[in-house]
Nanobody, 115 residues
């Protein structure tokens, strides 16, 4: 049974940084393309960034230059470094495979950007 546990969220001021982590178990982590997704209040969940098995990274336009996705196959963990945070980045952040799998969704971690 796959379990994904996101952590690292919190309250941060505009312009601040956070590093999210997603620890995976019950899956062959190194053979999966991973993604970070987010869902803001009243909005649909959206893709933020992906990292492939060969470490190729892709970002949506609104986070390019600010967010960095990475993975540590030895630790079965995927990370999202978020810099220059904006109020519009406020959301619950989730990790999942890419493309996402319904059974992989975890609880997510709340990120709130506010002064």
């Amino acid at each position: 049974q796959v379990q994904l546990v996101e952590s690292g969220g919190g309250l941060v001021q505009p312009g601040g940084s956070l590093r999210l982590s997603c620890a995976a178990s019950g899956t062959t982590f190194s053979s999966v393309d991973w993604g970070w997704y987010r869902q803001a209040p009243g909005k649909q969940r959206e893709l933020v960034a992906t990292i492939s098995t060969n470490f190729n990274r892709q970002y949506v336009d609104f986070v390019k230059g600010r967010f960095t996705i990475s993975r540590d196959n030895a630790k079965n963990t995927v990370y999202l470094q978020m810099n220059s945070l904006k109020p519009e980045d406020t959301a619950v952040y989730y990790c999942n495979a890419f493309p996402s799998l319904t059974r992989y969704w975890g609880q997510g971690t709340q990120v709130t950007v506010s002064s």
